[in-house]
């Protein structure tokens, strides 16, 4: 199973040394909306990080693939590179 990004083009690239398959930057409500499609219809892909930027963007349709009965993919919010707090 692989794991996707859907973030800023900062995060993109520095998920993508770290390891993540696929990054997507998105910049509009449009563009996360198809690379999230596209990431959940790809079985390959088997987790689904979303920066949290993104995901008030898209949160409905989040909130919809999370409510369906398939396991996978995952989707997990995860804080921006420009957030502060403590994370674990």
């Known amino acids: 199973m692989k794991v ?7 995060m993109v690239m520095g998920f993508n040394l770290g390891g993540v398959h696929a ?3 998105c910049e509009n409500k449009e563009e996360a909306l198809a690379h999230l499609e596209s990431c959940h ?4 892909i088997g987790i689904i990080l979303v920066s949290n930027t ?7 349709k989040i909130q919809e693939i999370k ?6 993919p ?3 919010v995860i804080p921006d ?3 502060q707090g403590l994370f674990c």
């Not at 996707?4 to 900062?10: D, F, I, M, T």
């Not at 409510?67 to 996978?72: N, Q, T």
């Open 4 to 10: 996707a990004l859907l973030a800023s083009r900062r």
């Open 23 to 25: 990054g997507y930057t």
């Open 41 to 44: 219809k790809n079985r390959d």
């Open 54 to 60: 993104v995901a008030l963007m898209i949160q409905d």
């Open 67 to 72: 409510r369906s009965p398939e396991m996978i």
């Open 74 to 76: 995952v989707i997990a």
């Open 81 to 83: 590179d420009h957030e």
